[in-house]
């Protein structure tokens, strides 16, 4: 079946340690997200990417790096830079082109969390 | 200010019951999209609108686009619709409610 994964499910990161995401989809979608969702809020925008290699920051992209050097794959770094990064991270990706509107299909999420 | 505005923030119903999610919007949009979050995070999506009226079993999702105004509604509920829906708008970019929390209760 095809899908989004996102692993791991749980994640802890010590004081001023990088950790990576990994989101893999194998929908042959052109664009991948990564949310981010804290409690009482909306999902936020961190980077999106519309085709390889290239990709654009969202709302809130300061302290988190991407790369899309392959279609199916789109990891998210949670750099030292960032000060609060206890959250709950979604990973998205959509079709583009042809039918104007195309729904994002959702990974499970991973959550982190601050040792 | 949000882009969208969900209410209720959250909600119980006793089993059966007929429930209904509000949401509005501030932007000009191409589709609106109700997506369903179960208690172990992930999303699906229920629901892609630009105009009138769908329906998937006990769901039903309407949009009144001059108005802004999208509703989900959820008729004879039960326990395993319990989970976040969440309105999201797809404009310039994506922008997404805070959900509404509903537990139905046996």
């Known amino acids: 079946d095809g899908g989004i994964t996102q692993s791991p499910k749980y994640l802890f990161r010590k004081e001023g340690q990088n950790v990576t995401l990994s989101c893999e989809q194998n929908?042959?979608?052109?664009?991948m997200y990564w949310y981010r969702q804290d409690p009482g809020q909306g999902l936020r925008l961190i980077y999106y990417?519309?085709?390889?290699?290239?990709?654009q920051k969202g709302d809130i992209a300061e302290g988190y790096s991407v790369s899309r050097e392959k279609k199916e794959s789109f990891p998210l770094t949670v750099t030292s830079a960032q000060k609060n990064p206890t959250a709950f991270y979604l990973c998205?990706?959509?079709?583009?082109?042809?039918?104007?509107?195309?729904?994002?299909?959702f990974g499970d999420g991973t959550r982190l969390s601050i040792l | 200010k949000n882009e969208v505005e969900q209410s209720p923030q959250n909600l119980t119903a006793q089993e059966g019951e007929f429930i209904t999610i509000n949401c509005s919007y501030s932007?000009?949009?191409?589709?609106l999209h109700w997506l369903q979050q179960h208690p172990g995070g992930g999303i699906v999506s229920l629901f892609m609108?630009?105009?009138g009226k769908k329906k998937h079993g006990r769901l039903i999702a309407t949009i009144n686009i001059q108005e802004k105004h999208s509703s989900l509604h959820i008729t004879a509920s039960h326990p395993r619709d319990s989970a976040v829906y969440i309105c999201?708008?797809?404009?310039?970019?994506?922008?997404f409610g805070t959900g509404t929390s509903l537990t139905v209760i046996p």
């Open positions: 990417s519309q085709i390889v290699n290239d990709f």
């Open positions: 999201a708008v797809h404009s310039n970019q994506f922008y």
């Open positions: 932007v000009g949009i191409s589709a």
């Open positions: 998205a990706s959509r079709l583009l082109g042809g039918q104007s509107n195309q729904p994002q299909h």
């Open positions: 609108l630009s105009s």
């Open positions: 929908l042959n979608h052109d664009a």
